[in-house]
């Protein structure tokens, strides 16, 4: 048998001390599967001190994550610290230069320097894997990296935010506000106390960037996706969609166009009888459309400890299958240095439509001052119906306009125009729409 897989672990919190206990309760496991033993032999964490159910004395402690990834006797080096900065960045960093292979969960790191660190670790000849960075446990970065060889990527997207997606869940099954959806999120542990990365969109962009490069071979450019986050959503519009044959998921897109790549985060509506619209609660999904395989959808748990332990631990099992000599797949797919620059998709039209919620002043000339709007920027109306918004309020009404295809840009302008023309009472809504295939 093979010596040992010696790990050092960088972070002890849910994830990390999941990591260890499965470590150690499914050796024997991993030991059959893989050929040799892996044994945590480092750790590090701001408490030594503290219980994390697991007993890590066998292992050396530091208090220095970079020290663990320089000088600790390791093989592999789990980060598992967070942030895109710190401690993070350089003990990854040291770890790749001093020709050790790293385990990472960390999409924001990757989002920002996934590149440079991996023309580190190939300069270096060892692994730089990151399956649990991007929907928790499910192994997308495995089938996109080394699955789904000779087939052209003509569109990722999915459900990447487990947090949103409970909170959508939520809002439309039992009709509470979304304030109310996400204190609770927060009460069970779904949700951060400062939920502003999850419900923003930064999140689902951070994932959305390392998918991009990996279905396109670009280079990760998550500081140029389109974003727009769930805090607006209301209950009118959940019901609305119902009524259209719609529910609401924040989806993040990748698609090739003629002109580039075009990435974006935001709420979009799906047709209730599609598979992406089942996908319910913290759990996750990505749609990868090629031209050989067609559509594969894979769907499972998209966070928690359990979920992204089991992804950082497959990671694990990888390199201690690998042997010396091994050619190991590039990072993204891709040689890093060979990742094309990454160009920016120019407007197009957008085949499903839009959705658009307005609440106007309850007067003569505001319909035809928003169809006016409309025309001006050549959008063509599939429907508009107004509604009161309550028996208690007769001076506004609710007007729900459903276009057919057009440009994000003519809504936006058509939008803020309606809004100049001081008709509005309240905040407007735009969702895209994506039609049945």
Known sequence: MAEALRVGIAGLGTVGASVARVLRDKAAELTRQCGRDIVVTAVSARDPKRDRGVDLS??????????????????????????????????????LEAGRH?????????????????????????????????AGGIPVIKT????????????????????????????EAEGISFDACLKDAQRLGYAEADPTFD????????KLSILTSLAFGTRIAANDIYMEGIANITQADIRAAADLGYRIKLLGVAQRTESGIEQRVHPTMVPTASVIAQVHGVTNAVAIETDILGELLLS??????????????????????????????PVF????????PY??????????????????????????????RMADNDISLESIVQQATSAETQEQKTVILVTHETTEAAVRKAVEGITKDGHLTDKPQVIRIERAE
């Not at 419900?199 to 951070?206: F, K, M, P, R, V």
């Not at 499903?352 to 169809?371: N, Q």
Request: aromatic content about 6%; overall charge positive; some cysteine.
């Open 102 to 134: 790293v385990v990472t969960a960390n999409k924001a790191l990757l989002a920002k320097h996934g590149v440079a660190l991996a023309e580190i670790a190939e300069k270096k000849g060892v692994l730089l894997n990151y399956e649990a960075a991007v």
């Open 343 to 372: 160009k920016k998709a120019g407007m197009r039209s957008h085949a499903g439509g839009y959705f658009i919620r307005l609440t106007v002043h309850d007067r003569t000339g505001v319909f035809a001052a928003i169809a006016k």
């Open 58 to 95: 066998a292992a050396t402690w530091f208090e220095d994550s970079v020290k663990l990834a320089e000088k600790a006797e390791i093989d592999v080096f789990v980060e598992l610290i967070g942030g895109d900065e710190g401690p993070a960045r350089q003990s990854v960093k040291a770890a």
């Open 300 to 329: 499972g748990p998209g966070a928690g400890g359990n979920a992204t332990a089991s992804a950082v631990i497959g990671d694990i099992a990888d390199i201690a299958k690998s042997r010396p000599g091994f050619q190991h797949a």
């Open 333 to 340: 797919g891709w040689p890093a240095k060979e990742l094309k």
């Open 144 to 171: 996109m990296r080394e699955a789904m060889a000779g087939n052209a990527v003509t569109r990722v997207f999915g459900i990447l935010n487990g947090t949103c997606n409970y909170i959508l869940t939520r809002m």
């Open 199 to 206: 419900i923003e969109g930064h999140d689902t962009a951070h």
